[in-house]
Antibody, heavy 115, light 107 residues
Framework: QVQLVQSGAEVEKPGASVKVSCKAS????????INWVRQATGQGLEWMGW????????GYAQKFQGRVTMTRNTSISTAYMELSSLRSEDTAVYYC????????WGQGTLVTVSS | EIVMTQSPATLSVSPGERATLSCRAS??????LAWYQQKPGQAPRLLIY???TRATGIPARFSGSGSGTEFTLTISSLQSEDFAVYYC?????????FGQGTKLEIK
């Protein structure tokens, strides 16, 4: 069965970077885009960007341009999302999700930005 | 960027009744529209894609309609497990924006 398993919770200081991983199983990793979506506590869903695991091509929401980098390691079927210059407003649960239509989601990774 | 607007923000409905949720796009997204359900502490779950196609395993009481800029999610007879937050999202182009969500609560 398709599974996306994300890395554990992170606590970072303002100005630091965080890198969240998303390990895929149960399908051919390079056949579907990986999207990243975040959700601040009590708030709605915010689409951050996508990556094509086959080509490595990416597209980011303008809000995150220059701060976010999405990469992958196809040998271990894992996608990564790195967010830099963290601020308190980046405290949220970060999800990876498969495909153009987000049919499968990871369990979420809580990133807390606090001094 | 296409802005997705959902209404109402909160909908109070009794179990067994029908719920109708709306989603409007600021420009046409054709039928490239999905609906998701999210329960507290859980990741979202895909309900509907292509505006009207139920995802695998989604009960028939969930139906979607619309095209262009106006979309509707209907839950025909609410079950206790249906009380949650519902989001629409377009995938017509990038960025793939979400609506702000509709909270469906028990009346």
């Amino acid at each position: 069965q398709v599974q996306l398993v994300q890395s554990g919770a992170e606590v970072e200081k303002p100005g630091a970077s965080v890198k969240v991983s998303c390990k895929a199983s149960g399908y051919t990793f390079t056949s579907y885009d990986i999207n990243w979506v975040r959700q601040a506590t009590g708030q709605g869903l915010e689409w951050m960007g996508w990556m094509n695991p086959n080509s490595g091509n990416t597209g980011y929401a303008q809000k995150f341009q220059g701060r976010v980098t999405m990469t992958r390691n196809t040998s271990i079927s894992t996608a990564y999302m790195e967010l830099s210059s963290l601020r308190s407003e980046d405290t949220a649960v970060y999800y990876c999700a498969r495909g153009g239509i987000l049919g499968y989601w990871g369990q979420g990774t809580l990133v807390t930005v606090s001094s | 960027e296409i802005v997705m607007t959902q209404s109402p923000a909160t909908l109070s409905v009794s179990p067994g009744e029908r719920a109708t949720l709306s989603c409007r796009a600021s420009q046409s997204v054709s039928s490239n529209l999905a609906w998701y359900q999210q329960k507290p502490g859980q990741a979202p779950r895909l309900l509907i894609y292509g505006a009207s196609t139920r995802a695998t395993g989604i009960p028939a009481r969930f139906s979607g309609s619309g095209s262009g800029t106006e979309f509707t999610l209907t839950i025909s007879s609410l079950q206790s497990e249906d009380f949650a937050v519902y989001y629409c999202q377009h995938y017509n182009n990038w960025p793939r924006t979400f609506g702000q969500g509709t909270k469906l609560e028990i009346k």
